[in-house]
């Protein structure tokens, strides 16, 4: 079974450019996870969608981050302008119900934003 | 916030058990206990979740106390694949947003030859 994909990998751009990140859950995952995770810290969760209607949102940065998933797959993950403090690794993660209660979610590789 | 505490790092022997302790003082009764794993330059894998009984998988064993305010993962024979950041999450099982992950700082495994 394929795992969840992400790209690109690595991306370094100025501060007050725009950048956007892509995930391809694993198939069938209907929920799918965008995070956060700065240098020394646990991840954290910007927005999670259920099919392609977000679930929740709240610590996400409205005022630059935006972020879609169109048809219930793919997402996009989008900064625009970049700021320093957004040089992190953004995780995409999914997840789907096993019927058992039980709702792991499976983490991509990431994708390492570096703001100068 | 996390809800739990964990040791900010470990060291273990090749071949020895790990015991990874955790406090979570504040769980309520049907919030289970949930433990990922990061290895360097990875995203976050599950290892085992549990409630209140003690679970076993072929990663890793979860003792959950009594009262159920700690627990501990047990990797019965460390590797130095082992070496990594190991999470302990309070969540309740449901898929909307009241089961979110919320991840602290973690505990750091070191496996040493």
């Known amino acids: 079974e394929a795992g969840v994909a992400q790209s690109p990998r690595y991306k370094i751009i100025e501060k007050r450019q725009s950048v956007a990140f892509w995930c391809n859950p694993i198939?069938?995952?209907?929920?799918l996870y965008w995070y956060q995770q700065i240098l020394g810290q646990g991840p954290k969760l910007l927005i999670q969608?259920?099919?392609?209607?977000?679930?929740?949102d709240s610590q996400l940065p409205k005022d630059r981050f935006s972020a879609e998933r169109l048809k219930g797959v793919d997402s996009t993950l989008k900064i625009q302008p970049a700021k320093l403090e957004d040089s992190a690794v953004y995780l995409c993660?999914?997840?789907?119900?096993?019927?058992?209660?039980?709702?792991?979610?499976?983490f991509g590789p990431g994708t390492r934003l570096t703001v100068t | 916030d996390a809800k739990t505490t964990q040791p900010p790092s470990m060291d273990c022997a090749e071949g020895r058990a790990a015991n990874l302790p955790c406090n979570h003082s504040?769980?309520?009764?049907?919030?289970?206990v949930y433990w990922y794993r990061q290895i360097h330059s990875q995203g976050p894998q599950y290892i085992i979740h549990?409630?209140?009984n003690n679970e076993t998988n072929e990663m890793a064993s979860l003792i959950i106390t009594e009262d159920r305010k700690s627990s501990t993962l047990i990797l019965p024979h460390a590797t130095l694949r082992d070496t990594a950041v190991y999470y302990c999450?309070?969540?309740?099982?449901?898929?909307?947003?009241?089961?979110?992950?919320?991840f602290g700082k973690g505990t750091k495994l070191s496996v040493k030859p």
């Open positions: 993660a999914s997840s789907f119900n096993r019927g058992t209660g039980a709702y792991e979610q499976y």
């Open positions: 198939s069938g995952h209907a929920t």
């Open positions: 969608f259920q099919n392609n209607g977000v679930v929740d």
């Open positions: 504040t769980i309520s009764g049907n919030e289970y």
């Open positions: 549990g409630l209140k």
């Open positions: 999450i309070v969540r309740l099982n449901y898929g909307g947003s009241q089961g979110n992950l919320i």
